[in-house]
């Protein structure tokens, strides 16, 4: 669809590319009814440019991009009519924990709709035949970061975590490269600590997934698979990245989980000799 499009291609857009973009993301129900020139006076762009744009995103012309315009809408209206019920959080009568629950849970369908089953198994195809993993996260990303790696550790046997409380990530990535693979979470489109990190990585030939909010995060652009999640709440909602996660990890145990159970075996008596004090 038309978004997905213009979410995938983001990164590789001019500034006059990115101001049509923004303009249509923002306002698809209008700008489905104007025309080239329309669109082109409210992006601050010319008509020209419009068109090309459209020609950009693999369209044969503008009529056919509004055509898709025309799809995403009803699409969109679907959905709303899906979730009218659910999603009604200006309603005075709901308490704020059923407000949280419905934002919630458009996240999560958001996601679901956002990420095909063939991108979760081309990761799980990366993941398994990677030879070594390291998880990048910081700030608030630290968090699912963490968890990935916990618990891929217990299936896989090297996958490290990286955050910046140490600053010797970079120098560890130095003897990394082709047969590696990074995995980065980030809620911020401004480049960080695991952008540079995933960059770093990449020119070292590191394989990259990259979960994170959408497309116009900076490490999409460094992904050679990247699985977009919804995250709108007050501050981030981590509900829909921790689905991502079960979902990579139940994949990944069909398929090698019975050939670990040894190595699962072992986690079990360290929790029993080491954590499970009485």
Known sequence: MLIDVIEKK????????????????????????????????????????VV???????????????????EEVKIKQTISERFIEALTLEDENLSDSMRVYNRTLKNINDTLGDILESTYDSAVKQIRAAKRIGVVGTRVAVAPALTLQILLNQLLPDVQLFTPNFDTSFDMLQTWGGGDLLIGFSFMKAKNFTYDMLSYGKEKGCSIISICDNYRNSIAGLGDIVLPVRSEATFVSFVPTMHVIDTLLFKLSRQIGKDNADRLKGFDEIINRFVNHQ
Do not use: C, W
């Open 52 to 70: 090309r744009f459209s020609t950009f995103l693999g369209y044969n012309g503008f009529k056919e991009m509004q055509k898709s315009m025309q």
């Open 10 to 49: 983001y990164h590789e857009m001019s500034a006059g590319q990115r101001s049509i973009a923004d303009y249509i993301n923002g306002h698809l129900a209008e700008a489905v009814y104007m025309n080239a020139k329309e669109i082109s006076e409210k992006s601050g762009v010319s008509e020209s440019a």
